[in-house]
């Protein structure tokens, strides 16, 4: 079975600095998708950005890139220029591209929660 | 605006009582998916849904039941047989094309709590 792993159950960054999140996955399939989703105290789910696997080149969001690795499995999150704003729990999660695979289910890590100093 | 809507907001059950969470979606998507959070822990897969009149089982089904009658609605029952219900629900949806996957959208959720 998949599993999203993030270590980092707290973060700060000073506004307007740069702040690095982490999140390893463990899979046996080649195809898939990776997602960060930021959940502000509204609670609602944003998505914050998406990796295809198969896709060697990062993929990017304004402020928001980030770093795949595909041999080491891992997909960190860095959020440049860091606004007030950003502060909220960010999810890490992982779905199979194809319904053959864990159902197409999205698997999520338990989160990080961002704090922005101003 | 195209959306994802949850209704309502908050929602409060006494023991022994059903209660019905609504999600509507005008994104004319075909997957649809109930998530359970709660506090300290990410989502975990109710139910999902990926054409009307069909529906599949996710990994925490037990005491909860759905229906897909329409592929705007999905709505959500949590009856009396789930035994600790209160938790943050949230509905999302997909674009699916046969068996490939795609990126879900969320509603803003119901919390739920049992009196």
């Known amino acids: 079975a998949q599993t999203v792993t993030q270590s980092q159950p707290e973060m700060s960054v000073q506004e307007a600095e740069t702040v690095t999140l982490s999140c390893t996955y463990d899979t046996s399939e080649s195809d898939y998708y990776l997602f960060w989703y930021k959940q502000p105290p509204s609670r609602q789910m944003i998505l914050v950005i998406r990796q295809e696997a198969y896709k060697q080149q990062n993929a990017t969001e304004n402020r928001f890139s980030v770093n795949f690795q595909k041999a080491a499995k891992s997909f960190s999150l860095k959020i440049s220029d860091s606004q007030l704003g950003d502060a909220a729990m960010y999810f890490c999660a992982y779905r199979s591209a194809w319904y053959g695979g864990s159902q197409g289910n999205l698997i999520f890590g338990k989160g990080t929660k961002l704090s922005v100093k101003p | 605006d195209g959306g994802i809507t949850q209704s309502p907001k908050y929602l409060f059950r006494k023991e022994g009582q059903n209660v019905t969470l609504s999600c509507e979606q005008n994104l004319n998507h075909d997957a649809m998916y109930w998530y359970r959070q709660d506090p300290g822990q990410g989502l975990r897969l109710i139910y999902y849904?990926?054409?009307?009149?069909?529906?599949q089982k996710g990994d925490i089904a037990e005491g909860y039941s759905v229906s897909r009658e329409k592929k705007e609605s999905f709505p959500l029952t949590v009856t009396s047989a789930q035994k600790n219900p209160t938790a943050f629900y949230l509905c999302?949806?997909?674009?699916?094309?046969?068996?490939?996957?795609?990126?879900?959208?969320f509603g803003p959720g119901t919390r739920l709590t049992v009196l």
């Open positions: 999302a949806s997909s674009i699916e094309s046969g068996f490939q996957t795609d990126t879900q959208y």
């Open positions: 849904s990926q054409i009307v009149n069909d529906f």
